[in-house]
């Protein structure tokens, strides 16, 4: 693990629209998405690829499916990149946006939004893909569902510390007061000084954190060679 100022990194700047289509299985659904093979590690363009973190994000919303009745959650992600969390998502939520806020990421997560919005099995489910800035034009999210959202998700978005604040002020503003609400984050552990200020920021806006064990819902082919990863609920206090 990583001791290094996270903000120290100075991205490559390239653009990669050379998508393809995958395919991606959990729980017996198949998600479809375009992606970039090519892994960018630009800020602005890590969205177009599928990280590990994501992978474990979906097996955990397939599990929480069984668990538990979505068919009238208004979910919202954050840092959607490709979407395929949210579009799983979308097999269960009554409403799923999908948010992020590079221009050529939103494109291709709107490509993506638009082919599920397509498929006959989405039924009266809510799909749509949004600009979202963290920290920014809030409001209009706020005027979209006042009582707020019951479900935030986001996976591997907590790369850069200083954008924590902002993520955790948006947290905060659009998640629901409700005791059933919940922000679902997954990440990658890199650096021991944001995962810090991440718990930290979350005790400030009064969140508990509820680590989730990996192996209670990942099946075991999954975690092989699985680097250090978490995936932790945030419930208000």
């Known amino acids: 693990v990583m001791e290094e100022d996270d903000d120290a990194f100075t991205p490559s700047l390239f653009v990669n629209t050379?998508?393809?289509?995958?395919?991606?299985?959990?729980?017996?659904?198949?998600?479809?998405?375009?992606?970039?093979?090519?892994?960018?590690?630009?800020?602005?363009l890590t969205g177009q690829v599928v990280w590990q973190a994501a992978n474990i994000l979906c097996h955990y919303i397939a599990h929480l499916r069984n668990e538990e009745d979505l068919s009238q959650s208004h979910c919202l992600e954050l840092g959607a990149g490709v979407?395929?969390?949210?579009?799983?998502?979308?097999?269960?939520?009554?409403?799923?946006?999908?948010?992020?806020?590079?221009?050529?990421?939103?494109?291709?997560?709107?490509?993506?939004?638009?082919?599920?919005?397509?498929?006959?099995?989405?039924?009266?489910?809510?799909?749509?893909?949004?600009?979202?800035?963290?920290?920014?034009?809030?409001?209009?999210y706020e005027a979209l569902r006042p009582s707020g959202f019951d479900i935030l998700f986001g996976s591997d978005i907590v790369f850069w510390k200083a954008a924590l604040p902002a993520l955790w002020e948006t947290v905060d503003r659009l998640l629901s007061k409700s005791k059933t609400s919940r922000f679902i984050l997954c990440y990658q552990e890199r650096a021991r000084n944001t995962e810090r200020d991440l718990f930290a920021l979350a005790d400030q806006h009064h969140f508990q954190p509820i680590e989730i064990l990996l192996e209670s819902f990942c099946p075991p082919s999954v975690l092989e060679n699985l680097p250090e990863i978490h995936l932790i609920v945030f419930q208000r206090k």
């Open 18 to 44: 050379d998508y393809v289509e995958r395919s991606f299985h959990y729980g017996g659904l198949k998600v479809d998405v375009l992606l970039s093979e090519a892994a960018s590690t630009d800020f602005d």
């Open 83 to 140: 979407g395929v969390t949210g579009l799983l998502m979308s097999h269960f939520a009554k409403e799923v946006i999908l948010t992020d806020a590079p221009p050529v990421v939103l494109e291709l997560l709107q490509k993506n939004v638009d082919r599920r919005s397509s498929e006959a099995d989405l039924g009266d489910r809510l799909i749509s893909c949004k600009k979202l800035q963290w920290g920014e034009n809030l409001s209009e």
